[in-house]
């Protein structure tokens, strides 16, 4: 008999090979993940070829993982099977892809197709196994959703539903962190070694700009960059045209007075602009995901900002923040219920869209 409301989850998008088991679109029953991120630190960014030969070493050591602690005997105990279809690197998809449709068939259930970015939004309905319970998210609500590779705000009017109010013009949020990450010399990813040299900051008077982009909800970061160059070659007495982009040799205060600076301008601008996209549309909820959500400074100035209002913020635990699947079994539930199904030629769908600007 199958369970109704289980459901089996494969993510492998870009660098982590991971599935989980989810109850309801909510309750997670086990939730597993193999980061390549030791593998990936030493070329300081993803190497797509080597993420695919990753995951296909991790794949069946993590299903066989996630099997065993969900207790998983008999596959008829499943409602479906889930599987990000994209966006994300070609090769790494293929693998999920290819893994969850030989489950699906062999065991007779049906395969649902997720948005990887539907899943970042979803993560937000997620329950720890040993967590009380709590209400749902409300809609409407506003999702930022935050990543390496997006940036975007997004009203929800209804489960599934989504309707784009802003986005990056360039580079990603998270991105940007990788790459300021690396001109300071500091570990891959940049983001939670950005978060931590920061917060040893003493002097906190370094200022980068803001693109506020004049009333829009667009995002641009690539300006950040090139201040972060403008700022490091001026610290050092270096030519910024001829400086590399790799890691520079400057003090500890200045790496963290210079991470400093850039955080505080990307958590202002994404606070700002999605606290105003709440006000606008009369949100309940505002919906925090992807990597960059796990910085705790953008989580405390979004959560500050939103108490003042009485709108409800959401931002899951770090973990279910950055890639997981338990969120693609969350959105898969969602989807599943929906009727969304797809064939054994399912294919990967590198540059997968969320939703599209308004005509
Ligand atoms: O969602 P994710 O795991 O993968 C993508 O779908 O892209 O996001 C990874 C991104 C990286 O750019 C990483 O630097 C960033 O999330 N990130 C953070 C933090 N933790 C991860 N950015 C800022 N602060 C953090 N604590
Ligand atoms: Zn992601």
């Not at 070609?90 to 290819?98: C, H, Y």
């Amino acid at each position: 008999m199958s369970k109704i409301g289980r459901i089996l989850a494969v993510e492998t998008s870009c660098d982590e090979t991971a599935v989980a088991v989810v109850d309801n679109g909510r309750r997670i029953v086990t939730n597993v993940v193999a980061s390549q991120v030791v593998l990936h630190s030493a070329t300081g960014g993803i190497v797509p070829e080597v993420a695919a030969r990753a995951h296909l070493r991790w794949m069946i050591p993590v299903l066989e993982e996630a099997r065993s602690q969900a207790g998983i005997d008999d596959w008829s105990e499943l409602e479906a099977v889930a599987v990000t279809e994209g966006p994300g690197l070609a090769g790494s998809l293929l693998v999920g892809i290819t893994m969850a449709k030989t489950l699906a068939w062999v065991h007779g259930l049906p395969l649902v197709p997720v948005n990887h970015l539907e899943g970042h939004i979803y993560a937000a309905w997620l329950l720890d196994p040993d967590e009380p319970d709590r209400p749902a998210p409300e809609f409407p609500l506003v999702a930022l959703v935050v990543s390496g590779g997006h940036t975007f705000l997004v009203e929800m009017v209804d489960q599934l539903t989504y309707r784009l109010l802003g986005q990056t013009v360039d580079d990603a949020a998270g991105e940007a962190f990788d790459k300021v990450g690396r001109l300071l010399g500091l570990p891959y990813p940049g983001g939670p070694a950005i978060m931590k040299a920061a917060a040893g900051a003493e002097q906190r008077d370094r200022v980068f700009p803001r693109a506020w982009l004049g009333d829009s909800f667009d995002f641009s970061f690539s300006g950040l960059k090139t201040a972060a160059r403008r700022e490091v070659a001026r610290e050092l007495g270096a030519d910024v045209d001829t400086m590399s982009s790799d890691a520079q040799p400057l003090p500890e205060a200045a790496v963290a007075e210079l991470a400093h600076g850039f955080q505080e301008s990307v958590v202002e601008v994404l606070s700002t602009k999605t606290l105003r996209a709440a006000e606008e549309v009369g949100a309940q909820t505002i919906i925090v995901g992807g990597g960059v959500a796990a910085n705790s400074v953008l989580r405390g100035r979004i959560e500050q900002a939103a108490a003042e209002r009485d709108i409800r913020v959401i931002v899951p635990r770090p973990g279910l923040c950055t890639d997981n699947a338990a969120m693609i079994g969350a959105a898969g539930y969602f989807r599943a219920r929906a009727g969304a199904r797809a064939a054994a030629d399912l294919a990967a769908r590198p540059s997968l869209k969320l939703a599209l600007p308004a005509a």
